[in-house]
């Protein structure tokens, strides 16, 4: 299924005229997951197309005002236009706290079921959200001594494509048998013969995976979040020249951001959390690129658009050949 | 001295394409007033060309999130800028500790000085912030069971035009005695005689005021702020259909706005807070017109310009005829 990986905002710490703060939108069959929620996401979700209510869940990285200020501004206009679909929030540890205090977006008052997520400080993280289709995982990163975490957001495997031909050919009778086998399960034809998935299926069929690392230094926790991303967002706040700067405020370099992308083998990386420093962000496109050439400046609004078909092993045949 | 108001954010709860969340701006002499900071404030100013550097006082009326879910971003922006100036907020009762929730938001730990006013949930407001040119009054108004205050920015009176002819026609040499005089003190002339300011000034010139009431039913408050007022922005936010939600939620029709600012002898009405449900506020604006003609929809962003001279009396002559 098509994803879009949508950037919101993708300043540092400070907006500029071009660049909002931190938020990322991915959106699969309609429905939204967001990542971050700086100051102004709400009206950068309108910008971008993207309706509030099809936000199924919220993940915040961090406390830095720059992530989730916008959050209380959201879920208070989520209920306003009446929102009856429940929301995850997934939030690092303090985040239910500090929505208690402030007037209007404490969860538990609002108007549609808020269930929360909140990251254990000292626990490895794993899973944070999950559906039929797909998967959040969560992994701690390195932002000085800031609590801070990335996201996976990773499409289920499905199984390979069915061969009707194939199918017909082994006397399996078109209906509910095709269906069964599509489902993973045997079946035995009218002459009694017993027909496996894997005899008429193509081999299965990888989802996509995006990966959103921000903010931090190079690290671990963000390479294995990247591992075979189709696309990886991550924190290129610097260019070389504050390389030391970097490392000092829990950042990275776009150059560091391009190795964890070749590193991880992801396919292409968008790099964001740009520092206002930078009027131009060429200089970190290019020392990007100079490590790995799928690397550009991510842009705002702009639709990257995620095809799990490009992924698809070439249709050989059946996975494995009787 | 010339004031402009400009409107940042005019929309009611919810944010529209149009219109963003409440926060206006009153520039005087390059500082910057800044009354309510609804969600995206901090980027509405930029949009204005105002400098963060230049707010010295915030204003905010109540602790919808509509009206301060913006404060957070912008005191840490205004830190993140390096800011050394002191700030003022005046907040209503719980402003303050909303802002020590909020990571990177609480006042004491922000870089730069912050002087912190907390309205009085029981008392009488009155001067909340003043400095030698200006004062600024608040009052309570009436939005359902939320204390909410409005304010009112009064530039002082200042001392009627200094006629020099008349001066030395009564004998005084130029140089520190027209100050003395211009400072409202009598001077003795070389031959012994006493002039005194009245008869070398013109009457006392009214500086302008502007009037920030909002959100609000309309009220003694209300008018009280808005007496006599160069420019009233008032809670315009229903038009006469929905006059019944107006009062259940603590809102004006844009009429009662209209007939607020025609009790209280403005000048000038802009109709603000203005309700999604109205993609266009033509009717607001009729409606507001039957009754006070000077009545227009709030435009975001436009300099609103108030200039003193236009208040002051003819220059027929000195206050008083010797």
């Known amino acids: 299924m098509k994803i879009d990986v949508i950037p919101l905002g993708t300043a540092s710490a400070v907006p500029t005229d071009e660049r909002h703060l931190s938020a990322l939108a991915v959106e699969r069959k309609g429905q939204v997951l967001l990542f971050d929620c700086g100051e102004g996401t709400q009206y950068r979700l309108r910008e971008a197309g993207l309706s509030w209510a099809r936000i199924e869940a919220i993940f915040v990285t961090h406390l830095h005002g720059d992530h989730c200020y916008g959050l209380p501004g959201l879920l208070s206009t989520m209920e306003l236009q009446q929102r009856a679909d429940p929301v995850t929030l997934v939030l690092p540890p303090g985040g239910p706290a500090m929505l208690r205090a402030v007037p209007g977006a404490t969860p538990a008052r609002l108007s549609f079921p808020v269930h929360v997520v909140e990251a254990d400080a000292a626990g490895t993280l794993g899973t944070v959200y999950e559906t039929d289709e797909i998967a959040v995982e969560a992994r701690r990163l390195d932002h000085r001594e800031v609590f801070a975490m990335g996201f996976r957001v990773a499409e289920r495997t499905r199984p390979g494509r069915f061969d009707p031909e194939r199918a017909r050919a082994l006397g399996v009778p078109e209906g509910p048998a095709f269906g069964r086998l599509q489902n993973g399960c045997p079946v035995t034809t009218p002459d009694g013969t017993t027909v496996r998935p ?56 776009a150059r560091q951001a391009a190795t964890v992308a070749r590193e991880a083998g992801a396919t292409r990386l968008l790099l964001g959390h740009l520092s206002a420093r930078y009027p131009d962000p060429a200089p970190q496109e290019r020392e990007a690129r100079s490590v790995f050439p799928a690397a550009e400046v991510a842009e705002e609004l702009r639709r990257y658009e995620l095809d799990p078909r490009e992924k698809e092993p070439d249709p050989v045949g059946p996975a494995d050949e009787s």
């Open 198 to 253: 894997g005899q008429v299926l193509g081999p299965p069929r990888p989802g996509v995976v995006a990966a959103y690392v921000t903010d931090t230094r190079p690290c671990a926790g963000g390479r294995a979040l990247a591992e075979e991303a189709d696309l990886l967002y991550h924190d290129a706040t610097f260019a070389d020249d504050h390389a030391a700067r970097a490392d000092e405020t829990g950042h990275s370099t």
